[in-house]
Structures are given as structure tokens and as C-alpha cells.
């Protein structure tokens, strides 16, 4: 069965409303896509491994003319991917060369919460470094690392804070698929930017409250991009680093390809498709197959009807292998059906915006969870059906299961581990969500303005039968 659909209802699709900005035909000339280096580690045994991820202003060739004033980590923008096996102690030390304050927050990690976890309750003072440290006992995913400060957040992604975070593990290594980093394995983080006066980005002339937009696509920071193809298939880990954009992708001639991973996990099996919608920080992975093209043909990926990355097919050698029918075997956690539903409610558009009818408060516990009680969360978007936002809901800290949208299956590639869900209007999501750390974690909407404006809140999670810790929470003024 292949799929032509984009699943999420077409009422809602981010187009509709007054500050809606489409993307344009960039007016650049093409340049390869720009791969990002994987980021060395400073020390390696057999058991730990240690890197250090710096914040640093710097400025980037992006259009012709004059560079671009950037932020990135270990680099002018965007960042070098980092790469984190499970199971080996993780030591980072994180550093901070920026003007302001900053956090790290590992989007899509299982790690302890509020601080390691980086959401805003783990300040980086500038000229600071921290230290954090852990073990990973998830599945291989694609996951991202991006800023986190109260309200800021937005506005720091969008200068390129955001970058690639791999986690590997056996079971991934030992599949018959594309492995090679930048050559057949190739992270596409695509966001959208608008470019003023000598090609600088002004967030504030561009504020909307409902996400902010610009009309050219970037693709790892490249306007225009080309890949060169030198395998007959690849294996593409997409993220959406937009701030607001949803991306609804396909290729020229309808290519079909598999999708074999979601947020948090490979699928239980690929699904074959040739349309994909993501919403903000939902993360793919595709595999492409050119069997059927030759040296000097050329492939494009759209969103909507934009092209926004062209791969040029040089020669390949053929490669027969087949995907796996079979990717990751997921056990559905149990739910005592004593424990209640938490349901939870995203309201509003623009400066409205709410979560469970409030806004965002630093010093607040909004919820409470047992770590290792699977629970059912029922997500609702309040929004009007035709003229409402679809909000992708995160929560930090876990990776849920959806169970159903308005009582059905949900979308046929989402069987795997999630930590974003884009909810449609009028929709309620069941997700089952389980914590296996205690801590404080977030939980919001991602449009990244919508979550600055307070469309989030916070649950502390505990070990049954033990003392609650108290955790030094931030407040605005004491940042
Ligand atoms: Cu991508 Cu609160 O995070
Ligand atoms: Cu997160
Ligand atoms: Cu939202």
C-alpha cells in the first residue's frame, strides 16, 4: 500500500490566515546543500564519551552579498551534529560565548529534567560553562538540540540555534540501511527565514504571535540547495526547525519513498508514501530509492508547490538490498484502567494562546505523574475547525505512543515512539505517556511562538513512596 495523502485535515493547514507568509522561489543561485560536520568528541573509552557544545555568535555566507550575523553550536550556524550511542556515559560540557543567557535543551532525549533536560529552569549565564552528564536507555532516534530560555526560545532558534542529535544503538546499526553520514545518511533541518537589508534576519520587524515566517526555505542554512546523489538510495533524517512552518513534502514525478522513523524510534514497519507533512519539530526519516533515474537527472523536493532541495543524480552502483518488513518490535506499555485520563487543553490563537486555560508560569507545577504509571493523555485542540492552527504538542522528558485522533487509529507513520504530535483543530489526540525519570519537565505547544507566549506548562514526576524533591525553579526575574 503506498499513501498519496498528507493525513493531517486540509482546513487546518497553516495557510489560511491573514499572516500566513508562502514561501517564494529563492532568488539565489544554487550551492550544495551544506552537510554538518559531526562534532568530534573531546575523549572517548570504551565506556564514556565526552564533547563540549558551544553557543557562539558568527556570521554566515548565506545569499550573495554581504554574510549573515548567525548563532550556531560549535559553528556560525546551526550546529555540528552530535552523536550519542546508548548505554555509554555521556559527559557535556556546555558553553556559552553568546552576548545573553542561553539554555541547551535536548529535544527528544530521555534525560533528567529540569536541569540536564536544559528547558528554562537550566540557565547558562554568558561566559559560563556547565557540565551535565547521563546515560541513554532509548531507542535509536533522530532527536535535535535547540535553546530553551524563557520567553526567548523563539527568538534564539531563529537566529540558528538548533542542531542534530543521533542517537545510535546496535539494533539500528545491524539493519540493512543507508549509513553513511553525509554520503547516503543526510540530516535535512528546514526552516524558513526572511533576509533583510544586507541580508540580516530582524525577528522583531517579523514578530507574529502565531510563529514567525519568512518566504525562502533553508535546508542545513542553505538557501537553494543541491545534493549530489552517488548512491542509489538515501536515507534522509528530516527535521522541522521552523519556527511555525509546517512543511508538506513530495517529490517531482511523485516519487514514492519509506518512511522507517518517527520523533523517538524507528516505525514497527516502513511506510510507503509519497506525500509527508511534518509539523514543527517532528522529525522523519525517509529512504529514497533513484533506481528508476540515471547520471545527469535531476530530483526535486517541494513543500507544497516550492522546490526547496534538488538532488543531482551522478552514477551509482546498484544496491539491491530491500528494507526490512520488520524495523522495531514496540511493546505497548499496560494502563490500569483505575488511572484517570489527564486531559489537557490547547485554546487560542495569536497573544491568546493558552494550556489548560492558563498561561505559562516558571514557578508553577501545573501536573504530577509516578514515573514508570503508563497514563493516557487526551490532547484537545480548541480551535475552530476551519479557521483554527494545527498545534504540535511536545512533551519533554518521554517519548509517547499516539493511541487514537477523535477515537480512531491515528496516521499510518505514527506507530512509532513520539514526542511531538500535531493536533487539528477541534482534534483530541490520545497519547499513553510514560516517565521514566522524576523531574520537572514542559510540556507545549511547539509553534515556538506560541510556546514564548505561554502555551505550555510543567509536571513533576516522582518515585512512588519517596519524599517529593523540590526543585530550584526559575522565575523571569531571577534569570
Ligand atoms: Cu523542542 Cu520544550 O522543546
Ligand atoms: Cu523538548
Ligand atoms: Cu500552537
Given at each position: 500500500e503506498i499513501y498519496h495523502d498528507y493525513f493531517f485535515d486540509e482546513p487546518a493547514f497553516n495557510t489560511h490566515d491573514g499572516g500566513y507568509v508562502p514561501l517564494e522561489i529563492a532568488d539565489a543561485p544554487e550551492k550544495p546543500l551544506a552537510i554538518p560536520a559531526r562534532l568530534k568528541p573531546d575523549k572517548e573509552t570504551d565506556t564514556d564519551i565526552w564533547y563540549t557544545v558551544t553557543a557562539q555568535a558568527g556570521e554566515t555566507p548565506i545569499l550573495p552579498g554581504k554574510k549573515t550575523k548567525t548563532w550556531g553550536y560549535n559553528a556560525s550556524i546551526l550546529g555540528q551534529t552530535i552523536v550519542y550511542p546508548v548505554g555509554k556515559h555521556i559527559h557535556v560540557a556546555l558553553e556559552n560565548h553568546l552576548p545573553e543567557l542561553t539554555t541547551f535543551h535536548w529535544h527528544g532525549l530521555i534525560v533528567s529534567g529540569p536541569y540536564v533536560d536544559g528547558g528554562c529552569h537550566a540557565p547558562v549565564y554568558p561566559g559560563e560553562t556547565k557540565h551535565i552528564d547521563f546515560t541513554l536507555d532509548q531507542p535509536a532516534a533522530t532527536t535535535w538540540l535547540h535553546a530553551h530560555p524563557c520567553p526567548s526560545t523563539a527568538e534564539q532558534v531563529w537566529h540558528g540555534l538548533a542542531t542534530m542529535v543521533l542517537v545510535t544503538d546496535d539494533?539500528?546499526?545491524?539493519?540493512?540501511?543507508?549509513?553513511?553520514?553525509?554520503?547516503?545518511?543526510?540530516?535535512?533541518?528546514?526552516?524558513?527565514?526572511?533576509?533583510?537589508?544586507?541580508?540580516?534576519?530582524?525577528?522583531?520587524?517579523?514578530?507574529?504571535?502565531?510563529?514567525?515566517?519568512?518566504?525562502?526555505?533553508?535546508?542545513?542554512?542553505?538557501?537553494?540547495?543541491?545534493?549530489?546523489?552517488?548512491?542509489?538510495?538515501?536515507?534522509?533524517?528530516?527535521?522541522?526547525?521552523?519556527?511555525?512552518?509546517?512543511?508538506?513534502l513530495h517529490f517531482s514525478d511523485d516519487l514514492k519513498f519509506a518512511q522507517i522513523a518517527g520523533d523517538s524510534s524507528l516505525l514497527p514497519e516502513p511506510v510507503y508514501m509519497d506525500h509527508l507533512m511534518l509539523t514543527c519539530a517532528e522529525r522523519a526519516e525517509i529512504v529514497v530509492d533513484f533506481a528508476g533515474y540515471h547520471e545527469g537527472q535531476t530530483v526535486t523536493l517541494f513543500s507544497d508547490d516550492v522546490p526547496i532541495l534538488k538532488f543531482r543524480i551522478h552514477q551509482f552502483a546498484a544496491d539491491n538490498t530491500t528494507l526490512p518488513d520488520h524495523l522495531l518490535t514496540i511493546n505497548k506499555p499496560e494502563v490500569d484502567p483505575k488511572t484517570p485520563v489527564r486531559k489537557?487543553?490547547?485554546?487560542?490563537?495569536?497573544?491568546?494562546?493558552?494550556?489548560?486555560?492558563?498561561?505559562?508560569?516558571?514557578?508553577?507545577?501545573?501536573?504530577?505523574?509516578?514515573?514508570?504509571?503508563?497514563?493516557?493523555w487526551d490532547i484537545t485542540n480548541t480551535n475552530e475547525k476551519d479557521s483554527g492552527m494545527v498545534h504540535p504538542f511536545h512533551v519533554h522528558g518521554t517519548e509517547f505512543l499516539?493511541?487514537?485522533?477523535?477515537?480512531?487509529?491515528?496516521?499510518?507513520?505514527?506507530?512509532?515512539?513520539?514526542?511531538?504530535?500535531?493536533?487539528?483543530?477541534?482534534?483530541?489526540?490520545?497519547?499513553?505517556?510514560?516517565?521514566?525519570?522524576?523531574?520537572?519537565?514542559?510540556?507545549?505547544?511547539?509553534?515556538?511562538?506560541?510556546?514564548?507566549?505561554?502555551?505550555?506548562?510543567?509536571?513533576?514526576?516522582?518515585?512512588?513512596?519517596?519524599?517529593?524533591?523540590?526543585?530550584?525553579?526559575?522565575?523571569?526575574?531571577?534569570?
Open positions: 539494533h539500528i546499526n545491524s539493519l540493512p540501511l543507508p549509513h553513511h553520514y553525509g554520503v547516503d545518511d543526510i540530516p535535512l533541518v528546514l526552516q524558513d527565514r526572511r533576509f533583510h537589508e544586507d541580508n540580516q534576519l530582524d525577528y522583531h520587524a517579523d514578530y507574529d504571535p502565531d510563529g514567525v515566517q519568512g518566504p525562502t526555505a533553508l535546508i542545513n542554512g542553505t538557501v537553494n540547495p543541491v545534493f549530489d546523489v552517488t548512491t542509489q538510495k538515501l536515507r534522509l533524517r528530516i527535521l522541522d526547525g521552523a519556527n511555525r512552518r509546517e512543511w508538506r489537557i487543553e490547547m485554546s487560542g490563537m495569536d497573544e491568546a494562546v493558552m494550556l489548560d486555560g492558563k498561561k505559562f508560569s516558571m514557578q508553577r507545577i501545573d501536573a504530577t505523574q509516578p514515573v514508570g504509571q503508563s497514563q493516557y499516539v493511541i487514537s485522533r477523535n477515537g480512531h487509529a491515528p496516521y499510518p507513520n505514527e506507530h512509532g515512539f513520539k514526542d511531538t504530535v500535531g493536533v487539528n483543530p477541534g482534534e483530541t489526540v490520545r497519547l499513553l505517556v510514560r516517565f521514566d525519570l522524576p523531574g520537572v519537565y514542559m510540556y507545549h505547544c511547539h509553534i515556538i511562538e506560541h510556546e514564548d507566549g505561554g502555551m505550555m506548562a510543567q509536571i513533576q514526576t516522582y518515585e512512588p513512596g519517596k519524599p517529593m524533591p523540590k526543585y530550584k525553579l526559575m522565575d523571569m526575574d531571577t534569570l
